[in-house]
């Protein structure tokens, strides 16, 4: 809708951005009661909610006979994850709704646009499809297979649906077509307890008459060898589908195609090989031409079997799917010294290589993957372990052929090409980017261009590293959900992408996976099964629900998630008993901190019982904040006690009179000042610990996967933000900046995963694409640039950036629940600029470093005229506000 200038329609009042449960318009819901979200917009500052009606019902016009519910005007200031309260809701049944709103001023909008969702088969008995499985070989690696069944249409078709899941990856075709344009689907759960199903409109691809459906299976994360000691099949050695279309003609007859003993399966089709780590083989000469099509001759296929595969444990997708997101060309194709024909894409990436070629049947050609070069310009792989990470592709001959993989993924820059008939050019290969298909939500920039490519690098992290589950790296033969990992960088995935959906999913396996006292296993899903938490990693499930909660406002992920959390610190409560510490609960320490690049001295070493201790101490503190939210009054006090004596003890043992921590490593201070570990008498002495360790150090960090990030929240939060951007500026080892000068275009797992001669930490662990180290990322937008929560879901926003000298300028922009917030500041001719966004039905408290009332003007009017509530607090100014666009200017220090 446009919005005019004149007066009048200027206020014109618009409902947008309709969601439910996070996403637009899903298909395939399970939730009993789905949560609507908006946002508003409109000419002019200060836009309040006052009062929302929403209307729901099965029919577009929502005719008031097919109306499941109608909130009436509601009173509320809420437009974020407001629940539905109607009639129950029916499995299959799509339903629209619209909302209006009214503002502060009474002014009315319009009805939105109608939006919809529609509901997933809610029971396991709307499931009339069967479990099958093909014949299939019972090694550890075998060719994918291909299932296929021929069926009539007859009448008219008004909509049409497939339900669909698998025991392994599957490809749905429907008519020689894919069905959708998700890719590793079913996608990643605990596979044993929950399964997701999709939900596919296949309207368009059904024919009137003959038609067919049909599926390849392939290993995929269910049955691929995973984790380093190459187990295979962790879930299931079978591959099996479930596949249930459900077509409803105009006449309001329905028809229902399921998978059962009518299917038929074979295992000679052209993907001969396949597997997560290993990549994929395929052969052109075995294509079967329309072998989804009707009347395709299957007559040497064999009768799937009818399994026993549970349905109770289906759940409809909670995540956003897997897709291809991006394509990219390579910036040169060279020969190594070594003599192979190597194309680099210039990015760390994940995904794999499209290959556009002409040759002879039967030519064979091998894509290996390779992160970086060596110091020799030699294609490097020794990184990646056990992982193959290879794709073949034979030839079927004649016209020119393209191929991709589609069953495997592969992290790498450079891909080295063997058997290319002819010569490779650039237009023949293209680099295709996979990953969760979440929105970007976040953007940093800053005047320092290395600071800009660690933002960069620090998306690419994400990118690679959210394919379905938050993994530790996408390259090597490890790929798996790592909760430490996850929990030290989630902060700054929510700030990059909208991450609601994915931590949603996730983390519901992450309490399935827990095991019954509570502990939470290394990496989720459970593939290493060793019945084992560590301090720092099991703490992912308490913090990681809270930091979604800050972020999204959702009570829900707090609500489903709280049992899990609590599980958790009563394993560690009883570990610790009446001691109040938890000695062996740390298992990998503070992972990773610094170490000199002969890896001689343990230089950032702190004691990992203490972080266990430490740790314990903060889950129960989120713990009691949870508590709160959610209304346990007895749990808030339990465990607040718990945190209180925590405290007592970890004072008596660890920290001396004067403030010294034990271990006197940076994350030792680092973690005990962030987890309000510390009598306020100690913080600063603390503080300036920290401060000369890192100054005596010459301005370098020593910290690992615990303590990185917190370390600069700590210095800003207890003045030394100064030391802060030091630390954020360093370009030599160990620093943020030093993979950057080292040509990084994605994190590192080390500090020096490429040491400044150039050769290679150690080949057991060296991963170049691992997010942790990036959890930086949230530092930069909260404070360089100043966006702060200031209410859950950004309901209230804090607006406190903090320039420093070394930079002329930072700036970030965060698409919240509400809308844009962007905060930004800028020096210029002795004036500080400062821009700020706050979105409709939002406030916002400005907070102005170094500001004078009577020296601050907002869009060239004295700050105290064009604000009721400005307050100056010591140097700061601190203005409230409402939504709108301001642009503050004024010489710092107050001249
Ligand atoms: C992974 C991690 C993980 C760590 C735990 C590594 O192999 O790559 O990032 O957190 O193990 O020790």
């Given at each position: 809708?446009?919005?005019?200038?004149?007066?009048?329609?200027?206020?014109?009042?618009?409902?947008?951005?309709?969601?439910?449960?996070?996403?637009?318009?899903?298909?395939?819901?399970?939730?009993?009661?789905?949560?609507?979200?908006?946002?508003?917009?409109?000419?002019?500052?200060?836009?309040?909610?006052?009062?929302?009606?929403?209307?729901?019902?099965?029919?577009?016009?929502?005719?008031?006979?097919?109306?499941?519910?109608?909130?009436?005007?509601?009173?509320?200031?809420?437009?974020?994850?407001?629940?539905?309260?109607?009639?129950?809701?029916?499995?299959?049944?799509?339903?629209?709704?619209?909302?209006?709103?009214?503002?502060?001023?009474?002014?009315?909008?319009?009805?939105?646009?109608?939006?919809?969702?529609?509901?997933?088969?809610?029971?396991?008995?709307?499931?009339?499809?069967?479990w099958i499985e093909p014949v299939q070989s019972d090694?550890?690696?075998m060719?994918?297979l291909?299932?296929?069944?021929?069926?009539?249409?007859?009448?008219?078709?008004?909509?049409?649906?497939?339900?669909?899941?698998?025991h392994g990856?599957?490809?749905?075709?429907?008519?020689?077509?894919?069905?959708?344009?998700?890719?590793?689907?079913?996608?990643?759960?605990?596979?044993?307890?929950?399964?997701?199903?999709?939900?596919?409109?296949?309207?368009?691809?059904?024919?009137?008459?003959?038609?067919?459906?049909?599926?390849?299976l392939?290993?995929?994360?269910y049955r691929?060898?995973?984790?380093?000691?190459?187990?295979?099949g962790?879930w299931g050695k079978k591959l099996g589908?479930?596949?249930?279309?459900?077509?409803?003609?105009?006449?309001?007859?329905?028809?229902?195609?399921?998978?059962?003993?009518?299917?038929?399966?074979?295992?000679?089709?052209?993907?001969?090989?396949?597997?997560?780590?290993?990549?994929?083989?395929?052969?052109?000469?075995?294509?079967?031409?329309?072998?989804?099509?009707?009347?395709?001759?299957?007559?040497?296929?064999?009768?799937?079997a009818?399994a026993?595969g549970?349905?109770?444990?289906?759940?409809?997708?909670?995540?956003?799917?897997?897709?291809?997101?991006?394509?990219?060309?390579?910036?040169?194709?060279?020969?190594?010294?070594?003599?192979?024909?190597?194309?680099?894409?210039?990015?760390?990436?994940?995904?794999?290589?499209?290959?556009?070629?002409?040759?002879?049947?039967?030519?064979?050609?091998?894509?290996?993957?390779?992160?970086?070069?060596?110091?020799?310009?030699?294609?490097?792989?020794?990184?990646?372990?056990?992982?193959?990470?290879?794709?073949?592709?034979?030839?079927?001959?004649?016209?020119?052929?393209?191929?991709?993989?589609?069953?495997?993924?592969?992290?790498?820059?450079?891909?080295?090409?063997?058997?290319?008939?002819?010569?490779?050019?650039?237009?023949?290969?293209?680099?295709?980017?996979?990953?969760?298909?979440?929105?970007?939500?976040?953007?940093?920039?800053?005047?320092?261009?290395?600071?800009?490519?660690?933002?960069?690098?620090?998306?690419?992290?994400?990118?690679?590293?959210?394919?379905?589950?938050?993994?530790?790296?996408?390259?090597?033969?490890?790929?798996?959900?790592?909760?430490?990992?996850?929990?030290?960088?989630?902060?700054?995935?929510?700030?990059?992408?909208?991450?609601?959906?994915?931590?949603?999913?996730?983390?519901?396996?992450?309490?399935?996976?827990?095991?019954?006292?509570?502990?939470?296993?290394?990496?989720?899903?459970?593939?290493?099964?060793?019945?084992?938490?560590?301090?720092?990693?099991?703490?992912?499930?308490?913090?990681?629900?809270?930091?979604?909660?800050?972020?999204?406002?959702?009570?829900?992920?707090?609500?489903?998630?709280?049992?899990?959390?609590?599980?958790?610190?009563?394993?560690?409560?009883?570990?610790?008993?009446?001691?109040?510490?938890?000695?062996?609960?740390?298992?990998?320490?503070?992972?990773?901190?610094?170490?000199?690049?002969?890896?001689?001295?343990?230089?950032?070493?702190?004691?990992?019982?203490?972080?266990?201790?430490?740790?314990?101490?903060?889950?129960?503190?989120?713990?009691?904040?949870?508590?709160?939210?959610?209304?346990?009054?007895?749990?808030?006090?339990?465990?607040?006690?718990?945190?209180?004596?925590?405290?007592?003890?970890?004072?008596?043992?660890?920290?001396?009179?004067?403030?010294?921590?034990?271990?006197?490593?940076?994350?030792?201070?680092?973690?005990?000042?962030?987890?309000?570990?510390?009598?306020?008498?100690?913080?600063?002495?603390?503080?300036?610990?920290?401060?000369?360790?890192?100054?005596?150090?010459?301005?370098?960090?020593?910290?690992?996967?615990?303590?990185?990030?917190?370390?600069?929240?700590?210095?800003?939060?207890?003045?030394?933000?100064?030391?802060?951007?030091?630390?954020?500026?360093?370009?030599?080892?160990?620093?943020?900046?030093?993979?950057?000068?080292?040509?990084?275009?994605?994190?590192?797992?080390?500090?020096?995963?490429?040491?400044?001669?150039?050769?290679?930490?150690?080949?057991?662990?060296?991963?170049?694409?691992?997010?942790?180290?990036?959890?930086?990322?949230?530092?930069?937008?909260?404070?360089?640039?100043?966006?702060?929560?200031?209410?859950?879901?950004?309901?209230?926003?804090?607006?406190?950036?903090?320039?420093?000298?070394?930079?002329?300028?930072?700036?970030?922009?965060?698409?919240?629940?509400?809308?844009?917030?962007?905060?930004?500041?800028?020096?210029?001719?002795?004036?500080?600029?400062?821009?700020?966004?706050?979105?409709?039905?939002?406030?916002?408290?400005?907070?102005?470093?170094?500001?004078?009332?009577?020296?601050?003007?907002?869009?060239?009017?004295?700050?105290?005229?064009?604000?009721?509530?400005?307050?100056?607090?010591?140097?700061?100014?601190?203005?409230?506000?409402?939504?709108?666009?301001?642009?503050?200017?004024?010489?710092?220090?107050?001249?």
């Open positions: 809708m446009l919005l005019l200038t004149q007066t009048g329609f200027a206020q014109k009042l618009l409902v947008t951005d309709l969601s439910c449960e996070h996403k637009v318009n899903p298909i395939g819901v399970d939730v009993a009661a789905p949560r609507f979200s908006w946002k508003l917009s409109g000419a002019g500052r200060n836009i309040m909610q006052k009062a929302y009606s929403i209307r729901v019902a099965t029919d577009k016009n929502f005719a008031s006979k097919k109306t499941s519910w109608q909130s009436g005007k509601v009173n509320s200031d809420e437009s974020v994850l407001l629940t539905y309260a109607g009639t129950a809701l029916q499995s299959g049944t799509r339903y629209y709704w619209q909302v209006k709103v009214w503002d502060a001023n009474n002014n009315e909008s319009a009805w939105s646009s109608p939006a919809y969702w529609e509901m997933g088969l809610l029971l396991p008995q709307d499931w009339k499809a069967q090694e550890k690696q060719p994918a291909v299932l296929r069944k021929d069926f009539a249409v007859q009448k008219k078709i008004a909509a049409a649906r497939a339900y669909v899941t698998s990856f599957y490809e749905l075709h429907i008519n020689g077509k894919k069905v959708g344009d998700e890719i590793f689907t079913p996608g990643w759960t605990s596979y044993n307890k929950r399964l997701q199903y999709q939900v596919f409109d296949i309207t368009p691809l059904l024919l009137q008459g003959a038609n067919s459906v049909g599926a390849m392939a290993d995929g994360w691929s060898s995973l984790a380093w000691e190459k187990n295979w962790t589908l479930l596949c249930q279309l459900q077509i409803t003609y105009t006449d309001g007859s329905e028809q229902t195609v399921i998978t059962d003993n009518s299917w038929k399966g074979s295992q000679d089709g052209p993907i001969t090989r396949d597997g997560i780590y290993d990549g994929e083989s395929y052969d052109a000469r075995k294509e079967m031409r329309g072998w989804s099509n009707a009347g395709f001759d299957d007559s040497k296929w064999k009768a799937v009818v026993d549970a349905k109770d444990d289906l759940i409809a997708v909670q995540t956003v799917p897997v897709r291809r997101i991006q394509e990219i060309k390579p910036l040169r194709i060279f020969k190594t010294p070594k003599g192979l024909l190597v194309a680099d894409f210039g990015q760390n990436m994940v995904g794999w290589v499209k290959l556009k070629v002409k040759g002879d049947a039967g030519t064979l050609i091998t894509i290996r993957h390779a992160e970086v070069l060596d110091k020799y310009g030699d294609f490097y792989t020794d990184n990646l372990r056990a992982a193959t990470a290879t794709a073949e592709y034979t030839l079927k001959g004649g016209d020119e052929e393209t191929y991709e993989p589609r069953f495997s993924f592969f992290g790498f820059r450079y891909i080295a090409v063997n058997g290319y008939p002819g010569e490779l050019k650039p237009e023949d290969v293209t680099g295709v980017v996979v990953h969760s298909d979440m929105k970007q939500t976040g953007s940093f920039e800053c005047s320092n261009a290395l600071v800009n490519q660690l933002q960069h690098n620090i998306q690419w992290g994400q990118k690679g590293n959210f394919v379905d589950v938050p993994t530790d790296c996408p390259q090597r033969d490890e790929r798996l959900g790592w909760t430490g990992d996850a929990q030290a960088f989630c902060r700054t995935a929510a700030f990059n992408m909208d991450v609601a959906p994915f931590f949603t999913k996730w983390l519901k396996d992450v309490a399935a996976d827990q095991e019954p006292d509570g502990a939470v296993p290394f990496v989720i899903p459970d593939v290493l099964r060793n019945k084992n938490t560590s301090a720092g990693w099991g703490d992912v499930s308490t913090i990681a629900p809270w930091t979604m909660y800050r972020v999204f406002g959702d009570k829900r992920i707090l609500e489903t998630q709280y049992p899990s959390m609590k599980a958790y610190v009563e394993y560690i409560r009883k570990k610790a008993g009446d001691s109040y510490m938890w000695k062996g609960g740390s298992v990998f320490g503070d992972w990773l901190f610094y170490k000199s690049m002969a890896q001689t001295e343990n230089d950032g070493y702190t004691s990992p019982d203490m972080i266990a201790t430490m740790f314990y101490a903060y889950s129960a503190k989120l713990l009691a904040q949870a508590a709160e939210v959610l209304g346990k009054t007895d749990d808030v006090q339990t465990y607040n006690n718990i945190f209180d004596k925590i405290k007592e003890v970890f004072n008596r043992n660890y920290v001396t009179a004067e403030g010294r921590i034990a271990s006197e490593s940076q994350t030792s201070y680092v973690l005990a000042l962030h987890f309000g570990l510390l009598p306020e008498a100690l913080r600063a002495k603390a503080t300036q610990y920290l401060v000369e360790d890192i100054k005596g150090r010459h301005n370098h960090l020593s910290t690992g996967f615990l303590g990185t990030p917190y370390l600069c929240h700590v210095l800003t939060a207890n003045g030394r933000t100064d030391v802060a951007y030091d630390l954020l500026l360093q370009q030599t080892f160990p620093s943020w900046l030093y993979p950057v000068k080292m040509g990084a275009t994605t994190i590192w797992e080390r500090w020096d995963g490429q040491k400044t001669d150039s050769t290679f930490q150690d080949v057991g662990m060296n991963s170049f694409n691992h997010y942790a180290y990036g959890a930086i990322g949230d530092w930069m937008y909260r404070v360089a640039a100043g966006i702060e929560i200031g209410a859950p879901g950004y309901k209230h926003i804090l607006v406190q950036p903090q320039p420093d000298k070394k930079l002329t300028y930072a700036k970030a922009s965060f698409e919240s629940s509400y809308g844009q917030i962007a905060s930004g500041w800028e020096m210029k001719d002795g004036k500080l600029l400062v821009k700020v966004k706050v979105p409709a039905n939002t406030t916002a408290t400005i907070i102005l470093p170094e500001a004078q009332t009577n020296k601050v003007t907002e869009g060239g009017i004295p700050v105290g005229t064009a604000f009721k509530n400005v307050k100056q607090d010591k140097n700061n100014l601190v203005i409230e506000a409402g939504s709108g666009d301001y642009s503050f200017e004024y010489v710092p220090g107050g001249n």
